[in-house]
């Protein structure tokens, strides 16, 4: 189910929308990464393209950390091409 969130980005107030199995692992890599959640945001923020809305970005965001994750864990003979 997909959920409205709010935050404060670089002092203007903005609303997404997000599945909360994203909302979670964002919530999870700032923790991991010793960071505020409103800083992650922010940065995913300030490094999506132009053209590109939040919610997206912020989706894109986790399936890359998560894709690195997994090729982090996998044996060296799965990683290789």
């Known amino acids: 189910m997909i959920r409205k969130h709010s935050a404060t980005l670089h002092g203007h107030r903005t609303s997404f929308s997000l599945e909360e199995p994203f909302w979670v692992e964002l919530k999870s890599i700032a923790a991991r990464r010793g960071i505020p ?39 060296p003979e799965e990683c290789s091409g």
């Open 37 to 75: 959640l409103a800083a992650l945001l922010s940065e995913i923020d300030d490094s999506r393209p132009a053209d590109s809305n939040l919610s997206s970005a912020l989706r894109v965001y986790v399936l890359d950390a998560v894709k690195a994750q997994i090729g982090e864990m996998a044996p």
